[in-house]
Every structure is written in C-alpha cells, then in structure tokens.
C-alpha cells in the first residue's frame, strides 16, 4: 500500500493566515493526489484534485502543487469558514489511500 | 446536482453483518465507480472499496474477506456487506462516487453525509 503522511497534524491559523499543508507519498505517485476539506459531522469536501486542479466552486484561495512523492495544499489567507481538517489521498494505485489529516484551528 | 445518500441500521451485533444502501439521485449510477469509505471515530479514512457500473469489483486488501459491493440499477442504488463485525468495524460509513475526467484522473466526488454504525453487544 502507499503510505501518505501529511505534517504537521494540526496548526493554529488566524485569519488572513497563509497556511501551508504538505503531504508525502512512500513512493512516486505522479500527479494523482486529491485534496479534502472536512467540517465537524460533515462528509468530506473536495478542494483540489490532480494536484493542482482547483474543484469547481472552491475559493481560489486553495491552491495545490507537486508531483512525484511531495505535494503542498496552501490557503492564500485563512477565512473563518477554513477551519476544518483537511486529507491528502492518492488515487494511483489501489487501495487508495489517504494522509492522517491535518487540523486547522483558530489561533 | 448529484446527492448521495446512505441508510441502514445504527447499531450491530459483533460477528453479524453490517449491511448498508446508499441512494444516488442526480445522476444515473450506469456510469463511474461507486465506493464505500469508512472512518471510525477520532480516525482517518480508510477506503472499502467500488463497484464500476458494469457490475466489476476491487476492494480493499484488509477487507477483502468480508466485504460485498452490490449494485440495483433498478432503484439507482448500490449496497456495503460487511461481515463477521468486531467493534473495530464501528465507524462512519460514507458512499461516494468515484468520478474520472477526461483526463484520466479520479477523485471521490461528492459524497454522502455519512451514517455511524456501532458494533456492540
């Protein structure tokens, strides 16, 4: 199976905030790496698929990139509406899988 | 818009079979993969796995053994069976379609909100 590890796990954000996720691959996984947004009790949400490719609907405040192994979900400037966990998960190869989640809260 | 939608039982015994149906509305599920995700509480995600329109199967290597992925292109619906439960089966069971572009990528998109079943005596 691969292996996705997203750093850090959680992050304190103010709004207006840039904020950085990074998310790893265990092997080379080209560009198919999706990005989720989950909200407490809700199901997840996608933000950023292939990589790069914001969803349609999604603030182009999100922004994705990478290849290969490493790839970087970035929120320009955090708004309130951001704060939620967001999940990394490849779609190379089955099973797919996804990163452990990192938690953005309020500083 | 395309809305998913899972039911079925909250609650199962511990070595029965946890059985859910997810209602597609929006689109016809005679197209794209629909899968079954899981997230037990406190936890990450974990993929079950999908059956494409056509009827065809993969799942989960760690599941393997215990699950069954259904189609009823009758009533637009497609079901989880998972068998022989333990309480490490208590979870949030999520559907969602497996959707891929003209590209060649695939993303889960949209999914349901998400039923909690617990496994317990």
């Known amino acids: 199976d691969i292996q996705m590890t997203q750093s850090p796990s959680s992050l304190s954000a103010s709004v207006g905030d840039r904020v950085t996720i990074t998310c790893r691959a265990s092997q080379t996984i080209s560009s198919y790496l999706n990005w989720y947004q989950q909200k407490p009790g809700k199901a997840p949400k996608l933000l950023i698929y292939?990589?790069?490719n914001l969803q349609s609907g999604v603030p182009s405040r999100f922004s994705g990139s990478g290849s290969g192994t490493d790839f970087t979900l970035t929120i320009s400037s955090l708004q309130p509406e951001d704060f939620a966990t967001y999940y990394c998960?490849?779609?190379?190869?089955?099973?797919?899988?996804f990163g452990q989640g990192t938690k953005v809260e309020i500083k | 818009q395309v809305q998913l939608q899972e039911s079925g039982p909250g609650l199962v015994k511990p070595s029965e079979t946890l059985s859910l149906t997810c209602t597609v509305s929006g689109d016809s599920i005679s197209a794209y993969y629909w899968s079954w995700i899981r997230q037990p509480p406190g936890k990450g995600l974990e993929w079950i796995g999908y059956i494409y329109y056509t009827g065809s199967t993969t799942y989960n290597p760690s599941l393997k053994s215990r699950v069954t992925i259904s189609l009823d292109t009758s009533k637009n619906q497609f079901s989880l069976k998972l068998n022989s439960v333990t309480p490490a089966d208590t979870a949030v069971y999520s559907c969602?379609?497996?959707?891929?572009?003209?590209?060649?990528?695939?993303?889960?998109?949209?999914w349901g909100q998400g039923t909690l079943v617990t496994v317990s005596s």
């Open positions: 292939a990589a790069s």
């Open positions: 998960q490849q779609s190379y190869s089955t099973p797919y899988t």
């Open positions: 969602a379609r497996y959707y891929y572009d003209s590209t060649g990528y695939y993303y889960f998109d949209p």
